[in-house]
């Protein structure tokens, strides 16, 4: 049974990955509409399995947030992007931002993908898939990969449609770099 699961998973993931490198428009992506980039970013308050147990964007009023989306805990491409968030993670708070997963798997999935890998950031539990289609990265049963530069000030300033998980956390860099030269 566990196999079966595992293997529908990583197919599922796979789709996921092959339709988000699909060449679409930025103002709509696979997954739905995109907010709007010098706008506030949609607020949200989830369960993690870290903290007090939930997690707010306003929890971070004051830093740059990065908000990653993706298809499932344990699967190679979500693995391997989590891996590299969390070996960056101390540029991160260098640059004074906090990074934070999303994903229809429940807590106690997190929980122990958080354990299995080291993860030192939040991973944020959105079963219902409330918080992906307000950022555009709901495809049904599970959250697209697209990532979210949020400034201090809660204004969503980049957005990330066309993720490669193995080079995406250097790119995420780059930018936010970009972006705090530039403000």
């Known amino acids: 049974m566990r196999s079966r699961r595992t293997a529908l998973s990583l197919i599922l993931a796979i789709c996921l990955t092959f339709l988000s490198w699909l060449n679409v428009p930025a103002a709509s992506a ?109 495809l049904g049963i599970a959250s697209v990969r697209h990532s979210f530069i949020i400034d201090p000030q809660g204004i969503l300033r980049e957005t990330f449609v066309k993720v490669n998980p193995i080079v995406h956390s250097m790119e995420v860099l780059a930018r936010l770099d970009q972006i705090i030269r530039n403000s």
Not at 55 to 75: E, I, N, Q, R
Not at 100 to 124: Q, R, W
């Open 30 to 138: 696979i997954g739905g509409k995109l907010p709007p980039v010098d706008r506030p970013a949609p607020e949200f308050t989830l369960p993690t399995n870290t903290g007090d147990g939930k997690v707010s964007l306003s929890d971070y009023a004051g830093k740059w947030v990065v908000v990653y989306f993706y298809p499932k805990d344990f699967t190679e491409g979500c693995t391997i992007e989590a891996r590299r968030f969390q070996q960056d993670l101390p540029k991160y708070i260098d640059r004074n931002a906090q990074i934070i997963g999303i994903s229809a798997d429940s807590v106690e999935s997190h929980a122990e993908f958080c354990d299995s890998e080291g993860l030192k950031f939040p991973l944020l539990a959105d079963t219902t898939g409330e918080v992906s289609k307000a950022y555009g990265s709901w």
